[in-house]
C-alpha cells in the first residue's frame, strides 16, 4: 500500500507493508496474482523448470510468500495473461496454448513449493479479463483449465486448483451469463474441465440475504447456492466429479459515492454493515470454503475513483 507521508504509520512516501493489517483483521488467505506475460515475455527453452533464463520472477512474488507465512497467512497465487508467444501474438488476455499454460503452471508451482492453492485466470467469463467469449471462450478456458489441473498435481497431489473464477453479471457481450458459461464449459470427449473448487466473485448491489431469488442469469452473493446446485448438476449431468467447494475470491461494497468501477454505493456505515453480514452468511453455508474482500485500501481521491477499501487512500480507517 502506498500512503501519503506520515501516514498509516509511514515514515516518508515509501512503500507500507499491508500485513500488518491482513494480520490484525485475521485475513488467512493472501490472494496474488502471477501475470505469464511478464514472467516470461520469451519463450523458455525448458518451460518446466523455474530456473530457465527466460522466467523473471518478480522479488515481490518471494517477498509476499515470507511475508504471509511470518504472519501465519497462506497464499494463493492467480495464473494469468498470456504471452504472445503463447496465443499467436494477441492480447495478454487472449486464451493460450494450454500446454504452454501447463508448463508455467507447473514451473511455478516448483518455484514455490510452500504454496498450495492456485486459481486459474480472472474472471473468465468477461471480456475485460479473458478472451474469446461465447461458447468458444467457454471451450477455451475449459481446456486451459484442465491441462493445469493435470501439471499442478503431477507437481505437488496436495495443489488446491480453483477454476471457473467467474464473475456475477455485467453488460452483455462484456459477460457471459454464467449459467450459459458453465453449460458451454467442455473439454475433450465434452466434459467438464477437473478442478478442486469452483471459483466465482459474486459482486452484489442488494443486501445480503440467502433467501432472496435469483434475478434472472445474475449470480451475486445472494445466489450462490443456486450457482453452486448448477454446478454440482452440470458435472454429474456429465458424468464427473463436481468441485468439492465455492471459493469466493473477490467480494466488495463500495462507500460514499459512484465511481466507475460500479454505479452503486452506500454509506460508511452502511458499508460495514454489509460486510458482516455477507461473511456471516458465506461463514455458515456449508459448501462455502471461504470469500475475499476487495480491497484493502480506497483510490486516490477522486469524482469516479472506487471506495471500496476498508482505509481510505489518506490511512484513515
Known sequence: IKFPPGQAGCAGPERCSAFPYYRELGV???????????????????????????????????????????????????????????????????????????????????????????????????AFGFLPQGRRGARRYARILDAAYRALKDVRRRNVVIGGMTLSGGPPGEVTPVPRWLRNLRGKGGKPPRMDWFGHNPYDFRYPNIKQKPISSFRGLNDVDTLW??????????????????????????????????????????????LRAGFRLARKLPYVKGMGWYQLSDYPPGRTSPTWGLIAYNGER
Open 28 to 126: 488467512e488467505v493472501f490472494q496474488y496474482q502471477l501475470p505469464w506475460a511478464e514472467i516470461a515475455p520469451t519463450r523458455p527453452a525448458n518451460p518446466g523448470d523455474p530456473d530457465d533464463p527466460a522466467y523473471h520472477w518478480s522479488s515481490e512474488l518471494q517477498f509476499a510468500v515470507d511475508r504471509a507465512r511470518a504472519a501465519g497467512m497462506s497464499v494463493m497465487f492467480m495464473l494469468t495473461h498470456s504471452p504472445g508467444w503463447a496465443n499467436g501474438g494477441r492480447s495478454p488476455k487472449w486464451a493460450p496454448n494450454p500446454a504452454d499454460f501447463a508448463a508455467f503452471a507447473a514451473a511455478a508451482s516448483r518455484k514455490f513449493p510452500g504454496v498450495r492453492h492456485w486459481e486459474i485466470w480472472g474472471e473468465s467469463n468477461r
Open 229 to 274: 446446485q448448477e454446478v454440482k448438476r452440470r458435472y454429474r449431468r456429465a458424468g464427473r466429479r463436481p468441485p468439492r467447494r465455492l471459493w469466493l475470491s473477490e467480494w466488495t461494497i463500495q462507500s460514499d459515492h459512484d465511481s466507475y468501477a460500479f454505479p452503486f454505493s452506500v454509506s460508511r456505515r452502511q458499508q460495514a454493515k454489509r
